[in-house]
């Protein structure tokens, strides 16, 4: 007989293994544009970057199949197939991670989002403790049962699917529904304004068409086959915040004091400005005109190069100022490319993608523009789809398990039944004895 420890151990670690995975891949569902700069670090640290087209579609395929294996290795589904598969990527991200442990070439992994940040260390030995349990799992998983029948098993895997998916295009197309990162709705944020000095830049320089950053002690000689290109402003770090901050800069001068300071400020974010579709700069221009007749002051905030900027403003006609502000910081603030975020007075009002406006809310100059994001609840939507998620399954499992269930019941009764007609039976039997015996004797 299976000993009841090891079964213990068994659905202890189908838990941890299985409930590990449901986090990182539900962590990566919210936040795919997270998840989609991530997957742009790593291609560029391996140097394949004519694999950055493809980095949305891996955000949205590993926070799915990270989640459903979780949810099949957590319920027993596939008991064989689940922690082999397991195993199988555990057997890739483990030495990955030892690479980036060792090298530090990307801070952090990114496995959990930024819900919990690891340091390269810690998730190489989250990931050896994990192996550890597939592998246990894949020995001795098959020893008890699961919580669905073979039958129905992947249907939790399509709804998991489900799920993933629809949180992942949320959050894609309009902004995820748990923010984890410091520039919550709500936060007060503060300026990291600096004396401007040569060590406020850094300079951008070009060889064989890859650009790379220098600070000025750095900066290549002339005759090192670099070519300068532009420079950039960066936050000085000098002071500590107690409140998240931003450096704001034109051309040098830091104007974050003054986006601050204003009632009713819109931030137009260009994380990316060479990938906005040139459509939206129609609606940028028109959403600038609208809010300027509000009381609205608008203003983009960019990570380009000057040159980029210039190129921009030329072809688009842009009637607002663009500014420049650190690329992480940038896409820490919102999510989307464009992103249009409501200041008032620095406290965050609302932000989200600006295609999950209504473009004719944007043209309609009787609307007022601090409602734009009226009908955007996240926190309830959330919990509608997990909600519908939990009942699906729960259903699932009721439909699966109920004639189970109830054929146990029926034949706990028919037992009893035979049970009560065996003794009816033995009891006829020893009186017909006893009345023989009596006659006998008479």
Not at 127 to 133: C, I
Request: charged share 20%; aromatic share 12%.
């Amino acid at each position: 007989m299976f000993n009841w420890f090891l079964g213990a151990v068994v659905l202890l670690m189908r838990i941890v293994v299985g409930g590990v995975f449901m986090l990182s891949g539900f962590a990566k569902a919210i936040d795919p544009w997270g998840s989609y700069y991530k997957f742009n670090e790593y291609l560029m640290a391996f140097g394949w970057e004519e694999l950055l087209s493809l980095s949305i579609v891996g955000a949205f395929v590993l926070a799915a199949m990270e989640f459903t294996l979780g949810v099949v290795i957590a319920t027993g589904s596939c008991r064989r197939g689940g922690p082999i598969v397991s195993v199988l990527f555990l057997l890739f991200m483990t030495p990955l991670t030892f690479w980036l442990a060792r090298t530090n070439a990307i801070p952090d992994c990114g496995c959990f989002g930024d819900l919990l940040v690891l340091d390269n260390w810690q998730t190489f030995y989250k990931n050896v403790m994990l192996l550890a349990g597939s592998l246990y799992l894949v020995f001795l998983n098959k020893k008890i049962p699961s919580l669905y029948g073979p039958a129905v098993q992947w249907v939790t895997m399509v709804l998991s699917c489900v799920l993933c998916l629809g949180l992942s295009v949320y959050g894609y197309f309009t902004q995820p529904l748990l923010d984890f990162r410091p520039y919550k709705v709500g936060t007060q944020l503060s300026s990291k304004s600096a004396p401007v000095s040569d060590d406020s830049y850094v300079f951008i320089y070009e060889k064989d068409g890859v650009q790379k950053e220098f600070a000025l002690d750095s900066v290549p000689d002339d005759d090192s086959g670099w070519s300068y290109v532009d420079r950039r402003g960066v936050a000085q770090d000098s002071v500590a915040h107690d409140t998240p901050s931003i450096a704001v800069w034109d051309n040098g001068d830091d104007v974050s004091d003054e986006l601050l300071s204003r009632e009713h400020q819109i931030l137009i974010l260009l994380p990316e400005l060479e990938k906005v579709n040139r459509a939206y700069s129609f609606l940028l221009n028109d959403l600038n005109d609208n809010a300027a007749h509000a009381g609205y002051h608008v203003a983009a905030i960019t990570a380009a190069s000057e040159e980029a900027i210039a190129a921009w403003n030329e072809m688009t006609v842009a009637r607002y100022p663009i500014y420049t502000e650190d690329d992480s910081e940038l896409k820490m603030i919102a999510r989307g490319n464009p992103a249009i975020v409501l200041l008032n007075s620095g406290k965050v009002e609302w932000k989200r993608t600006l295609v999950s406006i209504d473009p004719d809310l944007i043209r309609d100059r009787s609307f007022p523009v601090d409602k734009f994001n009226q009908e955007y609840l996240p926190y309830p939507t959330l919990a509608k789809m997990c909600a519908a998620y939990l009942v699906a399954m729960g259903l699932l499992l009721a439909f699966n398990r109920t004639h189970v269930l109830l054929w146990k019941i029926t034949k706990f009764i028919i037992g009893l039944f035979k049970r009560g007609r065996k003794d009816d039976d033995d009891g006829i039997v020893i009186e017909e004895i006893t009345d023989a015996t009596t006659h006998d004797k008479d």
